[in-house]
Nanobody
Framework: QLQLVESGGGLVQPGGSLRLSCAAS????????IGWFRQAPGKEREGVSC????????ILADSVKGRFTISRDNAKNTVYLHMSSLKPEDTAVYYC?????????????????WGQGTQVTVSS
């Protein structure tokens, strides 16, 4: 069964850091572009970042540039989202997903096989 599992979320103070993990089971991530998305209560799901299969091409949303980075370890079948200088407005459920169009994109409709999400709460 193809499955993505996000982990690493939690409660952090403003200015803090977290590393989210997106681990795949049942298939290899080697040939897939992976995207990270987030959804806050009452808001639409928005793209945060994506990374292509080799890790050579990435996209970061303007709202997280300079604070978040994305990386992957294909040997561990895992993609990471490194978040620093966190702000209260970063509070959301964070999801990872496998692309369905063969390219890096921050549009949710380009992705299939979503994980269940991990909650990130930034609050003092």
């Amino acid at each position: 069964q193809l499955q993505l599992v996000e982990s690493g979320g939690g409660l952090v103070q403003p200015g803090g850091s977290l590393r989210l993990s997106c681990a795949a089971s049942g298939f290899s991530l080697d040939y897939n572009t992976i995207g990270w998305f987030r959804q806050a209560p009452g808001k639409e799901r928005e793209g945060v970042s994506c990374i292509n299969n080799s890790g050579g091409s990435t996209i970061l949303a303007d709202s997280v540039k300079g604070r978040f980075t994305i990386s992957r370890d294909n040997a561990k079948n895992t993609v990471y989202l490194h978040m620093s200088s966190l702000k209260p407005e970063d509070t959301a459920v964070y999801y990872c997903a496998v692309d369905g169009v063969g390219r890096c994109s921050v549009y949710p409709y380009d992705y299939v096989n979503w994980g269940q999400g991990t909650q990130v709460t930034v609050s003092s």
